[in-house]
């Protein structure tokens, strides 16, 4: 299985969805689909996706990942390296 996820992305906004929303942002490699990023942020973090979203930039793919309510994004953020 080849890799989905690029890298995670730590901007303003993606803070701010953090916080908020209890979402994280990947940039993400142009050819994965939800499905696929689904399952490879729930293998390799352990945790449960509600929803994806995904933006198309000059830059790539961007993947908006809903974590489940029992989960915190600032605690997983934090464990992947992102603060």
């Known amino acids: 299985m080849h ?9 303003e906004k993606s803070m701010l969805l953090m916080e908020k929303e209890n979402k994280i ?12 990023i689904k399952e490879e942020v729930e293998r390799r973090l352990g945790v449960k996706v509600v929803d994806i979203n995904i933006l198309i930039v000059r830059s790539g793919k961007r993947a908006i990942v809903k974590l489940d309510k029992e989960y915190s994004a600032d605690e997983i953020a934090g464990r992947i390296g992102i603060f």
């Open 3 to 11: 890799q989905i996820i690029y890298s995670p992305i730590a901007t």
């Open 25 to 36: 942002t990947f940039a993400v490699y142009k050819n994965a689909t939800k499905k696929a």
